[in-house]
């Protein structure tokens, strides 16, 4: 009987991979035990103290807690990490559930270890090696039955806690009943974007991703185009991140990058894109000056000491054909311009096959090579085209894998120009259009189809349920939608109300969209409503332009409505006749957190940031932000406790510094989520149906909540204390004298006023005195600036 119950796991190896996987692991609940080896040519007597016979282990933990991006979701889940070394402690493994290889990349110090390894590891326990390219079944040779049926790949991505691919590649040794569970295991416990791999080399991400980047350098290199040129090309533009191409090499390490290449081109020789994987000159040139990248200062970039007319530092490029480090400089190329002027991704892809620039040529033969590509990898690598794109966004952060890329062309279309341009297009495809299917991808009835080239037939993606994907729904007849939202019949009687304003940024459009749904939820019995999307970020808040517009007009009686509007909207999704819950991932900032706090209940996905960051601005919290954090204090405090004041200034300092939760796990420490009713999905594409299950939970028994009048504020008494701690603030140079005002304005409210004594309030004073404070700072001339320069720079003013 398989044992599917992981309560603690072994890592065997403390570097960069071992240490992030060790974070993340703890980071999902389990108790983790990390091992590495002894210092080397230690002296003995160092070696018979026992934290230096661990320092391995444990200055490599030390340095991951210190690391930004954090690794952790919360720094207190470093506790269930426990650190040792292979000599003293391997036998430990006895006591886990899950032992996870991270060593060094060489096949015969795994099976080294993996030996020792079986001779405490107890039977049935899981076993694998996080290796990115020595094949499986070689790291199993000589090992018992029982470990080889528990034996498979687990391949994460650096850094482990943000990149959501987990490729699982199982031997033909291994159990199904194994990877059938690190598949679901990685996907509902670990977050992850599982991906079924075969045994090949570099598996599915890398074998693709570094076919990519290989073709774009040896494209670059041929068209005479400039790195930087090429990164603006190759990064958000089309889909992929801002890295670009040379970037994300210098940010991976070319020396990984070459371990890779070289691996593929010894171990592929029956790829017929191999002459792509050959060393360029330029290529050759870094190596031979370890000229590595990020790590070693420079690599296709070299950042100077020198400084530009904005004070920021001088970036070289290096020259790929002179072998020079020159002035970054992007060429203006018509296809850059044609982005400029075009928003939605399917719509660019098109504009670059009607392009006729080096730029666009770039860009063309890359993805006629991709798309040839990964035709031909199917079935070697995968058995499905899903699995490729999958692995490609989940792993490389591209936001479309390639099939789907190739949909946005058309499918027949690219073929046509794919072989027009001399690549191979995978038979497969061709009988797949023979046959009248016009895409790889399709949607019937709210789930997605992906042609399956095995059955000739389109076939639902595994686990449809699971995965609420808005695209779907496109097809179908919305139930209500303006330029800003779309409410979504998502089935079992409830609604989904979509975000799709730039940015997601809360403008007029989504707080009709709101009232709206909850009008049409209520009068026509729906069971309730989720608040979700499928786009990187929930929302960045409230649609800065207008507030700017209405306050540099001094239009006071139109901001006072539209300020009403938006508290009174929040109010709403409180005190509707039916459940709202918000799913949430990416940014949850400003009044997408105000929104999340009114709903009845949260669905955040782990990766979800945030915060009240209006300060920032000038402003305080006006959607109803302040008085949830009043209303919620109250709940928190005692009218006899001695506890009151240090919990007020703890919670006021939460706005008044405009503090963001760098995961879901955090913000419950900052009182944005609450354990009562809110909860954490670890897989960002599971939250809308995770929300969903939870409407339908709430409806059963759901009972309108009554506006509430026993809200405790503490007036005077707590005016005094917050007052004090915003001067200390101003004392350490913490916050300028606007910052200061617009703290004592958050502690006006918080406070309920210039009250005699404390004492309960309503829910509307609280909403009243949130509103003319916000309407104040408004007319003050350093919250404009601020307003402006956010909305000039993407980036706050301190003044």
């Known amino acids: 009987m398989l044992n599917t119950r992981i309560r603690k796991v072994a890592v065997l190896g403390s570097g960069l991979m071992g240490t992030g996987i060790a974070c993340h692991l703890a980071g999902c609940g389990h108790e983790v035990l990390m091992l590495d080896i002894l210092p080397m040519n230690a002296a003995p007597e160092d070696l018979a103290k026992p934290a230096f016979r661990n320092s391995i282990a444990a200055a490599s933990l030390q340095n991951a807690l210190k690391a930004k991006p954090a690794a952790l979701y919360d720094a207190k889940f470093a506790s269930r990490i426990s650190i040792g070394n292979f000599d003293d402690d391997l036998k430990k493994i006895a006591d886990c559930d899950w032992i996870i290889e991270v060593v060094v990349e060489r096949l015969d110090i795994k099976k080294q270890l993996f030996e020792k390894v079986e001779q405490f590891r107890k039977k049935g326990t899981f076993i694998t090696s996080n290796t990115s390219g020595i094949p499986i079944h070689l790291m199993a040779e000589g090992r018992s039955d029982d470990f080889r049926k528990h034996f498979c790949g687990t391949h994460f991505f650096n850094p482990v806690r943000y990149m959501r691919l987990l490729e699982v590649i199982p031997t033909a040794d291994t159990d199904p009943a194994v990877t059938e569970f690190f598949m679901h295991y990685g996907d509902v416990v670990l977050g992850k974007q599982t991906v079924l791999c075969k045994d090949t080399p570099a598996f599915i991400a890398n074998r693709v991703g570094v076919y990519a980047m290989s073709k774009i350098y040896q494209l670059t290199y041929e068209l005479g185009l400039g790195i930087d040129t090429v990164d603006a090309l190759t990064g958000p533009n089309i889909g992929r991140p801002k890295t670009g191409t040379f970037r994300l090499g210098d940010l991976v390490g070319l020396d990984t990058a070459n371990h890779v290449v070289s691996g593929l081109r010894e171990n592929c020789p029956n790829d017929e894109q191999r002459s792509t994987f050959e060393p360029l000159p330029f290529m050759q040139f870094l190596a031979e000056n370890k000229f590595l990248g990020n790590k070693t200062g420079q690599g296709f970039y070299k950042k100077t000491a020198e400084r530009d007319a904005k004070g920021r530092p001088v970036v070289l490029a290096l020259d790929l054909h002179t072998l020079e480090y020159k002035v970054s400089q992007k060429e203006k190329l018509p296809i850059i311009d044609t982005f400029k002027q075009i928003e939605e991704l399917p719509r660019r892809i098109k504009a670059i096959f009607n392009g006729n620039d080096k730029g666009a040529e770039l860009l063309q033969r890359s993805f006629l090579g991709l798309f040839a590509y990964v035709s031909n990898r199917v079935p070697e690598i995968s058995d499905t085209a899903y699995a490729i794109d999958d692995a490609m966004r989940a792993g490389f952060a591209w936001d479309k894998g390639p099939f789907e890329v190739w949909d946005m062309l058309g499918a027949a279309e690219g073929a046509r120009l794919a072989e027009a341009q001399g690549e191979q297009i995978a038979p497969w495809v061709k009988d797949m259009l023979a046959a009248g299917h016009e895409s790889f991808y399709k949607s019937e009835g709210g789930k997605r189809l992906c042609y399956n080239p095995a059955s000739k037939q389109y076939e639902a993606l595994p686990g449809g349920e699971s995965f609420i994907i808005l695209d779907a729904y496109r097809g179908n007849k919305p139930v209500f939608t303006n330029p800003e939202c779309t409410l979504h019949d998502i089935g079992d009687g409830v609604l989904c109300l979509e975000f799709h304003s730039k940015m997601n940024s809360i403008g007029e459009g989504i707080l009709r969209g709101l009232n709206e749904s ?21 929302t960045v808040g409230a649609n800065l332009m207008m507030v700017a517009m209405l306050a540099y007009q001094q239009e006071w009686d139109e901001l006072n409505m539209a300020v009403s509007l938006f508290q009174n909207t929040s109010m709403r999704l409180r005190y509707s006749a039916i459940p709202v819950v918000a799913a ?44 949830e954090f009043a209303v919620r204090l109250s709940d928190e405090i005692t009218k006899e406790g001695n506890v009151q004041i240090p919990t007020l200034i703890e919670r006021f300092k939460t706005i008044a510094t405009a503090q963001v939760a760098t995961s879901a796990h955090e913000a419950f420490n900052f009182g944005y989520l609450q354990h009562t009713k809110d909860r954490i999905s670890a897989n960002t594409g599971r939250n809308i149906s995770e929300a969903k299950k939870e409407v339908l939970r709430l409806a059963e028994n759901y009972v309108k909540p009554i506006p509430r009048k026993d809200v405790y504020v503490l007036g005077r008494t707590g005016l005094g204390a917050l007052y004090v701690a915003a001067h200390s603030l101003k004392l350490g140079n913490y916050a300028s004298e606007h910052d200061i005002k617009i703290a004592q304005k958050v502690a006006w409210v918080l406070c309920g006023g210039d009250l005699t004594s404390p004492q309960n309030v309503s829910e509307q004073y609280l909403v009243d005195l949130e509103r003319e404070a916000f309407l104040s700072l408004c007319g003050e001339q350093k919250t404009l600036e601020r307003i402006q320069f956010m909305l000039e720079n993407g980036k706050p003013l301190r003044n």
């Open 518 to 538: 909850i009008r049409i939820a209520e009068e026509e019995g729906w069971k309730g409503i989720v608040i979700g999307n499928n786009a990187q970020n929930f």
């Open 584 to 627: 949430t991932q990416g940014y949850v900032f400003g009044g997408g957190c105000e929104f999340a706090m009114h709903c009845d209940s949260v669905v955040a996905a782990a990766e979800s940031y945030i915060g009240l960051v209006e300060v920032g601005v000038g402003i305080i919290p006006g959607g109803a932000g302040t008085k």
